[in-house]
């Protein structure tokens, strides 16, 4: 595997199955409006509901950031806070991030990840590397798991061997797994196949992406005026992105706990408006049962995802919060 500086074709990479005569893929059998339309072909269309950028960052950010390509199927988002990239002695923890979209959309090009992760980078004072991992349909789970896995082994391999010189800037005895949404799914399956390496210090859940067949409170709410994420959404993408004929009982959308004894210090960041609270909440409690150190916070007033999607004067106190808990999490 190995990493060479490109320039991607978000916009193909995100409809390259769709187009405009839709009528000749027959009909439509799935779709979440304004996201994704899954044609009675295999036909996938994900219409640019979200802006694709480019690695460029204005120079005020204080960040370098340049794309990497992996593999064939998976490339990364790379953000070096200045005070790493310019001081040869400096290294910093790093900390893999993996964007959300239900499995089936987004990307590490969004606008939204690229602003966010442009200003963590800066803020909780670490290196970024945001994964852009297959999507289902085309790739149902575990294609996810796998290229998270992938990701990180290449990574510390590049630290073993010298590597590039980019991943000298990383502390790769300092590492943390982070995500939101599905993403925040993939950290925590990744963690569970790789904590047989000391390296990795801590995961860090933004909303995570469960699931299962038994409703709980706050799925059975709808608070679509101030959450992204509905539960007629999230049944679809459960659809889409399992292996076809299993249901949300299936350990990668309602894992057993006991499996989450594995992971190493783990904080577990929940919205007082997400569909998934409740899921989120047990979780935590699950979690401290089996005797695992978990920091779970609660932000009230905002929803799903806020922290990528929702411009708000509320949002963005919270967003504040959120990034002053997570720099004093990589740093203790």
């Known amino acids: 595997m190995a990493a060479l500086s490109f320039t991607h074709n ?10 405009s005569h839709n009528h000749r893929h027959g009909p439509i059998v799935e779709e979440i409006e304004g996201l994704i339309k899954v044609f009675n072909d295999g036909c996938v269309e994900r219409p640019p509901i979200v802006p694709t950028v480019s690695a460029t960052v204005h120079p005020s950010a204080k960040v370098t950031a340049f794309d990497i390509k992996l593999s064939n199927d998976t490339w990364a988002r790379v953000y070096i806070p200045d005070a790493a990239a310019f001081s040869p002695s400096v290294t910093l923890p790093l900390l893999v991030y993996f964007h959300g979209g239900g499995f089936c959309v987004g990307s590490a090009a969004w606008s939204c990840y690229h602003d966010f992760l442009t200003d963590l980078a800066v803020k909780a004072r670490c290196v970024i590397v945001s994964v852009n991992y297959r999507l289902a349909p085309e790739h149902r ?5 796998d290229d998270g896995i992938n990701v990180v082994s290449w990574l510390m391999k590049q630290g073993s061997n010298g590597g590039y010189s980019w991943v000298n800037k990383c502390d790769l005895s300092n590492v943390f797994l982070a995500g939101d949404s599905a993403g925040a799914n993939v950290a925590y399956q990744v963690a569970l196949k790789i904590t047989n390496t000391s390296n990795l210090k801590g995961v860090i859940l933004i909303h995570p992406f469960f699931g299962g067949e038994a409703r709980t409170f706050s799925e059975k709410q709808q608070h679509s005026k101030s959450s992204a994420l509905t539960l007629s959404a ?4 459960w659809r889409l992105a399992l292996p076809r004929g299993v249901s949300r009982d299936h350990p990668w959308c309602n894992p057993p706990i006991s499996s989450s004894a594995r992971l190493p ?9 997400d569909i998934l609270k409740d899921r989120n909440m047990e979780m935590c409690k699950m979690m401290r049962s089996h005797g695992k150190r978990v920091e779970g916070i609660i ?7 806020f922290h990528i999607l929702d411009k708000s004067s509320v949002s963005r106190d919270r967003i504040h919060d959120m990034m002053c808990r997570l720099r004093n999490f990589i740093h203790p």
């Open 141 to 145: 789970l575990p294609a996810a798991y």
């Open 10 to 19: 978000h916009q193909s990479s995100d409809n390259r199955r769709g187009g």
């Open 299 to 305: 932000h009230g007033g905002v929803g799903h995802a």
């Open 265 to 273: 210090t783990t904080m577990v960041f929940m919205a007082e408006f």
């Open 234 to 237: 999230s049944d679809t993408y």
